[in-house]
Nanobody
Framework: QVQLVESGGGLVQAGGSLRLSCAAS????????MGWFRQAPGKAREFVAA????????YYADSVKGRTTISRDNAKNTVYLQMNSLKPEDTAVYYC????????????????WGQGTQVTVSS
């Protein structure tokens, strides 16, 4: 069992940056691949980024590639999402997730989810 808690969301102007964090409980964090998803109002949850168990490999959605970096610190049981050059269309609730496989860009491929953190980008 893994419990995930996201933080770092907030209101930012277009062009700004945010770093989201996701803290995981348990001593098996490094055995999970991690992913970030987002869901805007009225839209389906969509994949943002994923990172392998050691952090050596990453995978991004085209919509965020070049503006976003996913990273992890297994000693701190934490995964991060650094988002730069934010756009109003990045506004959504952002969720982190843990799963056994990498890379996985579908929500059904993850076993554990956090409660989400709101990111709002104003124009």
């Amino acid at each position: 069992q893994v419990q995930l808690v996201e933080s770092g969301g907030g209101l930012v102007q277009a062009g700004g940056s945010l770093r989201l964090s996701c803290a995981a409980s348990g001593r098996t964090f490094s055995s999970y691949a991690m992913g970030w998803f987002r869901q805007a109002p009225g839209k389906a949850r969509e994949f943002v980024a994923a990172i392998s168990w050691s952090g050596s490999s990453t995978y991004y959605a085209d919509s965020v590639k070049g503006r976003t970096t996913i990273s992890r610190d297994n000693a701190k049981n934490t995964v991060y999402l650094q988002m730069n050059s934010l756009k109003p269309e990045d506004t959504a609730v952002y969720y982190c997730a843990a799963g056994a496989q990498f890379p996985v860009d579908r929500s059904g491929g993850y076993d554990y989810w956090g409660q989400g953190t709101q990111v709002t980008v104003s124009s």
